[in-house]
């Protein structure tokens, strides 16, 4: 089974400034995927950032970027130049076989 | 194009009662998975569904839960004899690929049920 940890429950950032969410996960599999995904108080889950396993390169999403470290199984977020609209909950996600796994989440608040 | 609709978003069931969840995925989506949210806790995976076939129910418990997805209209989880401890926010995803190629599932607003 599949095990998404995220060891940050609560976070905080001044308004533009950068933040880096942690995210570790734990699989056997060689083919798979690593998502962030955002909850703001509506509950709706967004998809921020996806990444494919085999790809070395992070991916890069306008102010969402990852460091994605695959032999330490490391997942990390940054977001840069924070506003105010990206407090939320963030979920960690992986996905092989039939199911997605999350992480407990970061709850993410931004200062102005 | 829609997003994947949920309803309701809000139900309130006694102990004893069947609460009944409602997903319509995206257009040309074939694949519908549920899953819920305890508060404070992330979400856990609950039953996967293509049409008219469950494809992998592991994360379903195995007495009062039941999901289906009809040939038409929304897939429907179905909660028998509600228990206080059902209290949550149930979501459904949708995808238009199978989970082995890897795609993102898109999420709908969730239904949050609260058992009196």
């Known amino acids: 089974a599949q095990t998404v940890t995220q060891s940050q429950p609560e976070m905080s950032v001044q308004e533009a400034e950068t933040v880096t969410l942690s995210c570790t996960y734990d699989?056997?599999?060689?083919?798979?995927?690593l998502f962030w995904y955002k909850q703001p108080p509506s509950r709706q889950m967004i998809l921020v950032i996806r990444q494919e396993a085999y790809k070395q390169q992070n991916a890069t999403e306008n102010r969402f970027s990852v460091n994605f470290q695959k032999a330490a199984k490391s997942f990390s977020l940054k977001i840069s130049d924070s506003q105010l609209g990206d407090a939320a909950m963030y979920f960690c996600?992986?996905?092989?076989?039939?199911?997605?796994?999350f992480g407990t989440g970061t709850s993410l608040t931004v200062i102005p | 194009n829609a997003g994947v609709m949920q309803n309701p978003r809000h139900l309130v069931r006694r102990r004893g009662q069947e609460a009944r969840l409602r997903c319509s995925p995206m257009?040309?989506?074939?694949?519908v998975y549920w899953y819920r949210q305890l508060p404070e806790e992330g979400l856990k995976f609950m039953v996967y569904l293509q049409k008219e076939n469950i494809i992998d129910e592991s994360g379903m418990p195995k007495e009062r839960f039941s999901a289906e997805f009809p040939k038409e209209g929304p897939s429907i989880l179905r909660i028998q004899q509600v228990v206080r401890g059902d209290s949550a926010a149930y979501f459904c995803?949708?995808?238009?690929?199978?989970?082995?190629?890897?795609?993102?599932?898109?999420f709908g607003p969730g239904t949050r049920l609260t058992v009196t």
């Open positions: 996600a992986s996905n092989t076989g039939n199911q997605f796994y």
């Open positions: 257009k040309g989506h074939s694949h």
């Open positions: 995803a949708s995808s238009p690929f199978s989970p082995r190629q890897r795609y993102e599932q898109y």
């Open positions: 699989t056997s599999e060689s083919d798979y995927y």
